[in-house]
Each structure stands twice: as C-alpha cells, then as structure tokens.
C-alpha cells in the first residue's frame, strides 16, 4: 500500500523520509501557512498541474518566496525543428507559470545543470529526490525532513548561497520598468539641481560666454529651492528602498547608487551651513532690519537707505564667498550621483542581457 514511512535518526530534527503515493515534503508544504521565507529548488516543475505553484502563489502574500529551477526540453544546441520547438514551448510555459512581475513577492531564477531538490522554509527542510512536481507523488520518493530554525539556519548560510549563485535571476518585464523608473529618478533631481544651478551660476567667456562660472557678485538661492533638493533626496531614496531592494536578485541595483553622496549634499544643505545661510538671506528685510534700529529722522532718510542697502550688499557677497566651495562640493557630490545612476542602469542592461540567454531557440 502507497504511504510515506518515516525514519528517525535525530528524534524531532532530521528524519528520512520515503514515500510513494504521497508528497515526500508534505510537512514542508503544511508549514507554508506559517513561514515567513520559503525556497525552492526543483528539476521541473509539472506541466499542466497547478497546485503546487497555487501552494506557492498564495504564501507570497506573507512570505518572500524564491523559487529555482532546470527547464526540461531546454538544450544547449538544437538538432531539428521539433527539439528547438519543445523547447520553446517549455521555456514560454516556465516563464510565464514563474514571472515574478506577476507576482510580488516572487523570485524566480533558472540553472539549466540544477538537479538539486530542496525545499524549506525558516522552520523545516526537505532536500531527497523529490520535485517540486505533482508527479512526484506518483515514484516512490526519499529524502531527508530537517526541523528546527538552528539546523534550517544552517542549510540557508551555507547551502543557498551557492545554488543561488549558479541560476540566472528571471524578472519578465520588469527589467525595463526599473530601467525607466532609474532614468525618471535621476532626471528628477538633475530638474531639482538644475533650478539651483541656474541662480548660483553664470555664463562668461568671449565672445561665446560657454564657460560656467559660480556668480559671486549676485549669485540667487531661495530656502524653498533647497528644501525642495533635499526632498527630491529623500524621495528617491524611499523609491529605491521601495523598487529595488525589496525585489529579490534587484537589491544590489540600490547599492550602486551613490547613497554616500546623497548625504554628502543633505549635509552640505543643512541649517546653519554657507549655503543654507545664503539660502536664507534676504537684502531687503536685512536692509530694513537696519534702518529700523537707527532710528533715522525723514532728513537723513537717503543716506541711511543707501547705507543699509549697502551693507545688505556687502552682508550677501560675504554669504557668496563663504558659500562658494561649499556650492561647488554640492555640484561635484550631483555629479558622483549621476554617474553612479548610470553604472545601475548598466546594471539592468546587464541583467536583461543574461535574461535573453533563457531563451536560446
């Protein structure tokens, strides 16, 4: 009679298990509902049926799922129509049943020399001969149950890293949603910078004026202008914590990204600094400012005004050279930022570049 058999070897943490007729993970399976991660590595998954990859749709709505696997059918080199069309077939099946883009919370990675099985959660493992296929349930199947977060642990520390390492990550469509959403990031805070560059600096030059100077005699910053970088900062932050490294295999984009200089120009920016200071100033109410603790009788009205707008004058060139290199430490830290935008977006290129390889008919 088909059942499964377990066999003891380390009572309540690692059993062989070995069945027929059932799934030889089912307790993996049954801890779905608890878990909070769950991964997968499997020859195949099954071709038509559905439970399974069901089982594993549902526990993305609270656990990060990754799931690895081979494409049968799926050659290096084709020999004929009818092989090269299997194996697009498969790959199309694969692919579409598997699309992370479809559903959050997936990841999907494919190693065309996998024939591991594992399959675990945070709290028990199952690594034997069975696939992650309902045909499985139909051999007779042995493996080995290991229980417990500790032992678990273990597994994904050591064990993971390298099946993880030797799938190319699958994304669907979502590559060049990332790539758009990069170039919209950075496009944003170059509108941002720019507004503030216009104000801080001038064209010179005979007789084409193509030369961009810091405009230390008059240069124009409003507090708001400022504020509204350090917003842009922070938003784009939150969309790359949010858009990448909340995606599996996606993580390491965010950290191509110049954070360092993000907060080098929060600094930079910050109260009580040359440019926040300049940001800050405004000649008429500091003229004004002066004029009202003088004093001045109508008769003497002129002079004093000219004087207060003077010093207001002076009080702004004095706020212009303070801020000069800070201003210009601003713009070399953009500079950075944008560079490092665009070794991501090369990153994605590269990502998108290993993912046509899955498709090789």
Known sequence: MDRT????LIPGQIDIVT????????????DFANAESIFVTTYNISARRKELIRALEAATDHAEVRIITNIPNRFERYYGDSPRERASKSIERYTQRLDPSNIENLATSFNFSNHSK???????AYIGSANYSEESDHSRETGVLI?????????????????IDEGIPYFGGMLDDKKILLSFLLSRLEGAASVIRDGLFT????????QEVYNIHDPFLMKSELEGLVEVLDEIEDDL???FREVACLEHVADLVDIDSFNAIRALCDYDTPIHELAEFDSVEYASDILSEQMVHNEDM??????????AAEKHYDLAIAAEEPVNELYKYLEQVRNSFQVAVNEIKRLEGQQATIDNT
């Open 241 to 243: 914590d949010n858009e």
């Open 203 to 210: 064209s010179v030059g005979h007789p084409l004026e193509d």
């Open 147 to 163: 229980r417990g977060k500790d032992l678990v642990r273990v597994i994904s520390e050591y064990l993971l890293p390298i099946l």
């Open 19 to 30: 069945s027929k007729g059932e799934f030889n993970f089912q307790e993996v399976l049954d």
């Open 302 to 311: 002129n002079d004093a005004s000219q004087d207060a707008v003077d010093s």
């Open 5 to 8: 058999t377990i066999i003891p």
């Open 118 to 124: 594992v399959i675990m959660t945070e709290n028990i």
